[in-house]
């Protein structure tokens, strides 16, 4: 478990900028004590540093996992956000899209929003700016890419792809064996 060099770094808040924005700050610096970020085997995890200190004691061949990981970076080192981040992203999301009851199993399954199924969309979202769908109840389900700016959501036809999925909660049964 090491720190993220600065190529790394940029590349993990710039991510994380596309969704909440400039409050990547209030996820270092919490009340409830620091946080940081740290890597290991292409992974992303976010901890306390109280954590971090107690895990320093365990050899790094024998540590599978520590905190919340956040993602991971392909092979070509992109950095990839994981849905386990959703519960740190969805406080400090700038851009929401609610989805109505019907289209909830649809988004869950891995499918994209359509026009149908939208039922609000924050005002002034940008097209390609990243958003987190939430249920008709405030639930978080998952995050994406706004497909549609909201003025466009407005105009188009009902089968029209507002939202890009990108992750969603479903994924921690379709995908239980790989998450980490």
Request: hydrophobic share 40%; with cysteine.
């Amino acid at each position: 478990m090491r720190p993220l060099t600065e190529a790394e770094t940029r590349a993990v808040f710039e991510k994380l900028g596309k969704y909440i924005g400039e409050n990547i700050q209030l996820l270092v610096d919490r009340p409830d004590g620091t946080y940081c970020f740290r890597l290991h085997r292409d992974r992303v995890y976010y901890l306390s540093e109280k954590l971090l200190k107690l895990a320093a004691s365990i050899p790094r061949e024998s540590l599978v996992a520590l905190g919340t990981c956040f993602g991971k970076f392909t092979k070509s080192q992109k950095f990839r956000l994981s849905v386990t981040a959703l519960d740190f992203l969805a406080p400090y999301a700038k851009y929401k899209v609610w989805v109505k009851p019907g289209s909830e199993q649809s988004f869950l399954y891995g499918n994209h929003v359509l026009k149908s199924g939208l039922g609000r969309i924050t005002e002034n979202t940008a097209q390609y700016q990243g958003v987190v769908v939430y249920s008709m109840a405030d639930v978080p389900l998952g995050f994406g890419v706004a497909a549609k700016s909201t003025q466009e959501c407005r105009k188009v036809d009902p089968l029209a792809i507002v939202v890009f999925h990108q992750a969603d909660v479903g994924e921690y049964v379709r995908n239980e064996d790989t998450l980490t």
